[in-house]
T-cell receptor, first 110, second 112 residues
């Protein structure tokens, strides 16, 4: 069945370092992928989305590229900030149904 | 302001009580959802509803029920709360096709 896998439950980094949060998916339909960010005690908010193969999409310093060949949509940032500490969800829209990954908690230390 | 609005923000209640949470969206979206976010922060869909169809996640206990007066409102009632119902309940809405969700700020429920 359709699913999203985020392999890291927790990622801890020092400010200024690059980060990549993994996201892979499984579907037989044409995929539409999303990244949501949830700061502490706030609602999840859309960060990025894409349905175009091999095209990089960017927002607020974060970027991701949908690779249909590897069923991946990894989230990256070249230099994390303290304010990036949050919970990040990868999500798949498949045949108009949404599937969320389990989330990756990003902790950025000074 | 267009958004998804939830009330209350917090609710503390005793086991066995009935609670009701409200959700309203002013985005003109045609589908609304309730999600439960547990202590592990996992997002679990409970219900999705548009003005024609209610889809229930079969794992949701029967004490939970959605209530809708129109496509802009989707409330959640819990008939007799249990300790494991303590969680954050997130309401969301979405338009057709591949558009993303807009979430409300959530209702945090504590059952004591």
């Amino acid at each position: 069945g359709d699913s999203v896998t985020q392999t890291e439950g927790l990622v801890t980094l020092t400010k200024g370092l690059p980060v990549m949060l993994n996201c892979t998916y499984q579907t037989t339909y044409s995929p539409f992928l999303f990244w949501y960010v949830q700061h502490l005690n706030e609602a999840p908010k859309l960060l990025l989305k894409s349905s175009t193969d091999n095209k990089r999409t960017e927002h607020q310093g974060f970027y991701a590229t949908l690779h249909k060949s590897s069923s991946s949509f990894h989230l990256q940032k070249s230099s994390v900030q303290l304010s990036d500490s949050a919970l990040y969800f990868c999500a798949l829209n498949s045949n108009n149904r949404i599937f969320f990954g389990d989330g990756t908690q990003l902790v950025v230390k000074p | 302001e267009t958004a998804v609005f939830q009330t209350p923000n917090y609710h503390v209640t005793q086991v066995g009580n009935e609670v009701s949470f409200n959700c309203k969206q002013t985005l003109g979206h045609d589908t609304m959802y309730w999600y439960k976010q547990d202590s592990k922060k996992l997002l679990k869909i409970m219900f999705s509803y548009n003005n024609k169809q209610l889809i229930v996640n079969e794992t949701v206990p029967r004490r939970f029920s959605p209530q809708s007066s129109d496509k802009a409102h989707l409330n959640l009632r819990i008939k007799s709360v249990e300790p494991e119902d303590s969680a954050v309940y997130l309401c969301a809405s979405r338009d057709r096709g591949n558009s993303d969700y807009t979430f409300g700020s959530g209702t945090r429920l504590l059952v004591i």
